[in-house]
């Protein structure tokens, strides 16, 4: 119960624009760069590039783009500033293991050391013990959470300077698991493959429905190994996210790699990368890594990653952001590991909330409105101006194509 008073003669006093609630997921700081001119607030670096005309074939849009001549040794950057993609709520827990175990948390089996490199920054929680395996965490309310995000490793890669033992069979991977009534009955949530976690990998799961309660606990265990510093699997920076509600991010941009000569090779790719401060995707990734069905956690579909290679000409890219990449302190990159591969440019760069049914393919995101290509209107881009054919037929009797 909440109010407002003031005693009889005491002096003038006013109130405004009052809310009591719960938290209200909002949009955060977009980021919008069309190099007419480069606007530098937008940018940390770009070593090698310069907004200019003409210089990467043409285009619809004609002005300048961020080119990149591709004759310098070392590498090909743009990186932005770090901006509020969105203005997230504050995080249930955030768990580095750098110094020790959160109290009301039980570990079996495992102990914080830097024994098998490091797994996102600094120490890790290592399982490596004799015996049971496994991580409880205390209960949580988890009725506003969203996602549990954390790093794994599962043994080593040597040729990483990893030496940790690697598993080798089903009942040495990681099962994780939920609880919403003190432990004494577990749901199977998901199950690490034994083989598939060599280096370290960045796990975002969304959080069952069911899993959403007063009080939910989670663990992360092994079904069987076989003695102390065998099948040994490392956890860091394990995150519990709030839930952000019904939002949709996107970053577009137009990029043209080896300015409209083909290229078939793909050491001159260029990536789009992300980095987000103060989460469990602390360090440079894919916004997008590459899926087949059922190789990534909550994705049944074919999914190419954010690497993008030589067509020929200008390509305009449109991509939802993963949750990992919406918080209130990310940085992206568009990235070549070798500069002295061809020139490559990219311009029109929108990063913020997304626009009705994302254009449709069919035009530019600006703050939540689509600028809709030649021969395209309607607040989505749906409707055409042209006329094309509404029927097709060959019969591929002569050589002419039409």
Same mark, same amino acid.
């Given at each position: ?8 003669? +005491? ?10 609630? /719960? ?17 530098? +607030? ?39 500033? *770090? ?122 799961? $969304? ?16 079904? &069987?190994?076989? /003695?102390? &510093?065998?099948?040994?699997? &490392? ?7 709030? $839930?952000?509600?019904? *939002? ?29 401060? /103060? ?59 070798? +500069? ?56 591929? +009797? ?5």
């Amino acid at each position: 119960q909440y109010g407002f008073y003031t005693s009889v003669g +005491s002096s003038t006093w006013a109130i405004d624009d009052l809310y009591i609630g /719960g938290y209200i997921s909002g949009n955060g700081t977009e980021l919008i760069e069309n190099f007419d001119p480069l606007s530098e +607030s937008n940018w940390l670096f770009y070593p090698g590039g310069q907004a200019v005309s003409g210089k990467c074939g043409s285009r619809q849009s004609g002005g300048r783009a961020l080119y990149f001549s591709g004759t310098s040794s070392g590498q090909d950057n743009a990186v932005t500033r *770090v901006f509020p993609v969105a203005i997230v709520p504050s995080l249930q827990f955030n768990e580095s293991f750098d110094s020790s175990v959160p109290g009301g948390w039980t570990v079996k089996g495992g102990a914080v050391s830097t024994q098998c490199g490091t797994v996102n920054a600094g120490s890790a929680l290592v399982f490596s013990h004799r015996g049971t395996r496994e991580l409880v965490t205390s209960d949580f309310d988890t009725t506003v959470a969203d996602r549990l995000e954390f790093y794994l490793l599962i043994g080593g890669n040597p040729l990483k300077n990893r030496f940790c033992d690697n598993a080798e069979q089903y009942s040495e991977s990681v099962f994780l698991d939920y609880s919403i009534d003190g432990g004494a009955n577990w749901t199977s949530w998901e199950v690490y493959a034994y083989n598939q976690y060599e280096d370290p990998q960045f796990v975002s799961e $969304d959080l069952p429905v069911a899993a959403r309660t007063k009080s939910t606990r989670f663990r992360w265990s092994q079904q &069987s190994n076989d /003695g102390a &510093s065998t099948d040994v699997w &490392s956890i860091d920076s394990v995150l519990l996210r709030q $839930d952000m509600g019904n *939002v949709d991010y996107v970053a577009q941009f137009d990029v043209n790699v080896a300015c409209g000569q083909y290229d078939s090779s793909a050491s001159g790719s260029v990536s789009f990368d992300f980095i987000a401060f /103060g989460s469990a995707a602390a360090t440079w990734r894919s916004v997008l890594k590459e899926c087949v069905p059922g190789s990534c956690s909550g994705n049944s579909n074919f999914q190419k990653p954010s690497v993008y290679s030589s067509t020929g000409e200008w390509q305009r890219v449109t991509i939802a952001l993963p949750p990992e990449a919406v918080t209130s302190a990310t940085q992206f990159r568009w990235y070549r590991s070798a +500069s002295s591969q061809g020139p490559w440019a990219i311009d029109n760069i929108f990063i913020g909330y997304t626009c009705p049914m994302r254009c449709s393919g069919r035009g530019q995101c600006m703050s939540g409105k689509c600028i809709c290509d030649p021969d395209f209107t309607g607040a989505e881009c749906e409707t055409t101006l042209a006329k094309y054919a509404t029927e097709l037929k060959d019969s591929f +009797s002569t050589d002419r194509k039409s």
